[in-house]
Nanobody, 123 residues
């Protein structure tokens, strides 16, 4: 499995960004994978941001992004998205997408990781 994240950038507080993560999988359908987004700010540990189950009907978010971020997926395109609205300086981090074959979206254990994309929010 290979994951390619994109869409990061430098924005001002209150702006929006949409991150994309294109997955290249073999042997199994992309729709079989639980997808997640994590982030790591400078000097901090990586933290969970959002997850979506294989069908796209179940989603989970960290409390600090609820109501501002939306995770979605297009199984036909093999891509997961993170729409980020009302961005805050504390959202500044490298954002990583990750995936796991099956399992609950409540688990934070992921088997495959992308390379990360930088999101910087200025005040």
């Amino acid at each position: 499995v290979q994951l390619q994240a994109s869409g990061g950038g430098l924005v001002q507080a209150g702006d929006s960004l949409r991150l994309s993560c294109a997955a290249s999988v073999s042997g199994r359908s992309f729709s079989s994978y639980v997808m997640g987004w994590f982030r790591q700010a400078p000097g901090k540990e990586r933290e969970f941001v959002a997850a979506i189950n294989s069908s796209g009907f179940r989603k989970d978010y960290i409390d600090s992004v609820k109501g501002r971020f939306t995770i979605s997926r297009d199984n036909a395109k093999g891509t997961v998205y993170l729409q980020m609205n009302s961005l805050k300086p504390e959202d500044t981090a490298v954002y990583y997408c990750a995936c796991r074959y099956g399992g609950s979206i409540n688990s934070r254990e992921y088997a495959f990781w992308g390379q990360g994309t930088q999101v910087t929010v200025s005040s």
